[in-house]
């Protein structure tokens, strides 16, 4: 038998490929999101299936059957973004269809979630289905995905069957897996827990905005009194504050750069 080659077809853009048979050749990629499937202890990549940029240990894991709901199984950076995933998904009970209740392209009728992936693809937005399945059969890279009820917006990981992977589905032994039952219940109450703690942030961040501006509306009215003038002044320079205190470079006064990645003005339409 002759010698396994790399793939050559590469073709135009990365999803374009996902129609394609999945390749016998591996060549070293972007770390994966799953702990322990680096190279090595020190290794900030994985190995990866040429054709669709799959990590090969994951897709050892689809073709067994492993699905799994547990957060904790990710790299601590990206936890943060699965819960935020899921916050945006209706999760309901294992034969239902979980519905997206994110962001929906206004022109495609596309339903989306932004993650900018580097080595994996160069589009910011993907379609939540295959951000489903990164999160619970794998890091499959752009391998395609398809439901077995056949709505778009379904996000339910028991409706969804990663494509040309070969992955084994057994409907009825995961609805009776109580392994996958416990990590849904914690599933469900890390992602409450999770959109308490955003309102939480959100609030503080909106009474921080409105001190600000309340603090400039007085030293900057030309009808403020010297003594309130001085108190506001020393008020900041106690508290570390002051405008004299900042770093030349802090983003703005006090407010948190704006993250380009969670952009939905000119959202892709590539999936």
């Known amino acids: 038998m002759a ?10 853009h990365a999803y374009g490929r996902r129609h394609m048979q999945m390749s016998n050749t591996a060549e070293e990629g972007e770390l994966c999101i799953y702990s322990g499937h680096s190279l090595g202890r020190f290794s900030s990549h994985s190995m990866r299936y040429d054709s669709h940029q799959a990590c090969v240990r994951c897709v050892s894991s689809a073709r067994e059957g492993m699905l799994s709901f547990d957060i904790d199984r990710l790299l601590k950076k990206y936890r943060s973004k699965a819960l935020k995933f899921w ?8 034969d239902e269809c979980w519905m997206w209740n994110g962001v929906v392209n206004p022109r495609t009728k596309q339903p989306q979630f932004a993650w900018r992936r580097t080595g994996i693809s160069t589009s910011t937005q993907h379609h939540p289905q295959r951000v489903a399945m990164w999160f619970t059969w794998g890091d499959l890279g752009f391998t395609g995905v398809k439901t077995t009820c056949g709505e778009k917006y379904c996000c339910n990981p028991f409706h969804l069957i990663p494509q ?28 409450a827990e999770y959109v308490v703690e955003e309102a939480i942030k959100v609030e503080q961040k909106a009474d921080e905005t409105a001190e ?9 009215n030309p009808d403020t009194g010297f003594a309130d003038r001085f108190e506001a002044v020393m ?37």
């Open 3 to 12: 010698e396994a080659q790399p793939n050559k077809r590469r073709g135009g």
């Open 87 to 94: 916050s945006q998904v209706d999760i309901g009970q294992p």
């Open 164 to 191: 040309h992977v070969g992955v084994f589905v057994d409907q009825d032994s995961y609805m009776e897996s109580f392994e996958l039952a416990c990590q849904l219940h914690t599933l469900r109450q890390q992602v």
């Open 212 to 220: 600000i501006e309340a603090r400039a509306a007085l030293l900057m």
């Open 235 to 271: 008020t900041d320079m106690l508290s570390g504050k002051h405008i004299s205190q900042t770093e030349p470079n802090d983003p703005g006064l006090f407010r948190a750069p704006t993250d380009n990645e969670e952009n939905d003005e000119n959202p892709t339409e590539e999936f």
